[in-house]
């Protein structure tokens, strides 16, 4: 469900913006952006876990740990190269991109496809006919999305009957590193770059409150992706810039993914008692900038960047994998939150860099969903 809306929802934004050139600027602001606020989110990261350092008194023997449960995400990190982050770009056929729901495949799919409608300009009919397809497609998701809560429930029931109560208390000195990291990023971050913007944080978060129930439940900033989609436009951003900058982000703009990659690192690092000099830290940054980028590339994208990521490191043990994997899953609430929110700034942002976002209209709607 989610390639469709995404191809749909970029060829009918870009084809509005009816200019290769204006495409072209929106998007290279938004990249410089995510590169901005990726940064950001790296030095918080880093700086909060050397700060708590979760890691330090572990004292890991590398010669006791059993590497069989990692086996499969280092040999795919071995792969997890810049020759195979392109090729990944490169679907088989057109219908193998939406089968096996790569975002990266659909996104150059749908970008080609709204560049030859801009250059052939006289397709009225199809453009119409992908307009409507788009309303089906989210008539479609909204009915799917009342039932919503019951696969939550399930989603949480599962997690907890898999791992156990007592799991949630184990390692809680990193799942609480990962949680303030992501805490610090979205209110002071994230809460500046909106009140540049003219709307409350707050009241933003207010405003999705029902997507990030969602994605707390699910751990997947996917599942709302056509909600999201609806509610920035609604929120006065034009279609244009809402169709080609959050579906984007979704693969260029993991902030929360960022922050786990980062702490996860210096967790590994003093959980080994390696200690990182100051140039390790400033090539991890260079490193997880570049590697971040392709978590949404491969599923369980973000173990096999940080396999990748350790393994180009050199100076850290990829075995130390073993320590984070039976808690990863109770990070990735953390993570999908604040992918989610920070995508949703950043649709906002470019919005207001392009003077395509309706400030009145925003702050009417959100006085409206705070009085309710």
Not at 36 to 55: C, E, R, S
Not at 71 to 93: E, G, K, M, R, W
Not at 125 to 133: A, T
Request: net charge negative.
């Amino acid at each position: 469900m989610i390639g469709p809306i995404i191809f749909v929802t970029i060829i009918t934004g870009i084809t509005q913006a009816n200019d290769i050139k204006e495409v072209g600027r929106i998007g290279i602001n938004a990249i410089l952006y995510f590169e901005l606020i990726t940064t950001f989110a790296l030095v918080i990261a880093i700086f909060t876990a050397k700060w708590l350092q979760p890691g330090a008194g572990m004292n890991i023997d590398i010669t006791n740990i059993n590497t069989q449960a990692i086996s499969s995400y280092v040999s795919q990190a071995q792969q997890f190269d810049s020759t195979h982050f392109f090729l990944n770009l490169i679907p088989d056929t057109l219908i193998s991109a939406f089968s096996k729901g790569d975002i990266l495949p659909i996104l150059l799919i749908s970008l080609l496809t709204a560049f030859a409608i801009i250059r052939y300009r006289n397709l009225p009919n199809l453009m119409n006919n992908l307009s409507e397809l788009s309303s089906l497609l989210f008539t479609m998701v909204n009915l799917i999305m009342k039932l919503a809560p019951i696969g939550a429930f399930g989603a949480m029931a599962f997690t907890v009957g898999t791992y156990g109560i007592d799991t949630l208390f184990s390692l809680g000195k990193l799942l609480l590193t990962v949680y303030l990291s992501c805490f610090l990023f979205i209110f002071i971050i994230l809460g500046s770059i909106a009140r540049l913007n003219g709307i409350s944080l707050w009241r933003f978060l207010i405003f999705i409150r029902e997507e990030l129930l969602i994605v707390l439940a699910t751990s997947s900033s996917e599942a709302v992706l056509p909600r999201m989609i609806s509610k920035l436009e609604k929120l006065g951003c034009e279609k244009s810039v809402v169709g080609l900058v959050l579906p984007t982000g979704y693969s260029f703009n993991l902030d929360g993914t960022t922050i786990y990659l980062g702490i996860a690192t210096v967790f590994i690092a003093q959980a080994f008692n390696i200690d990182l000099s100051i140039k390790d830290e400033l090539l991890l940054m260079l490193i997880l900038m570049l590697t971040s980028k392709g978590a949404a590339a491969v599923t369980g994208g973000g173990f096999i960047v940080l396999a990748a990521t350790l393994s180009t490191l050199h100076t850290l043990p990829v075995e130390g994998l073993v320590l984070i994997l039976g808690i990863d899953r109770f990070m990735s609430e953390a993570r999908s939150i604040t992918n989610l929110i920070g995508n949703g700034i950043a649709t906002i942002t470019i919005a207001n860099l392009e003077n395509e976002f309706d400030r009145e209209q925003a702050a009417r709607l959100l006085d409206d969903k705070l009085s309710v």
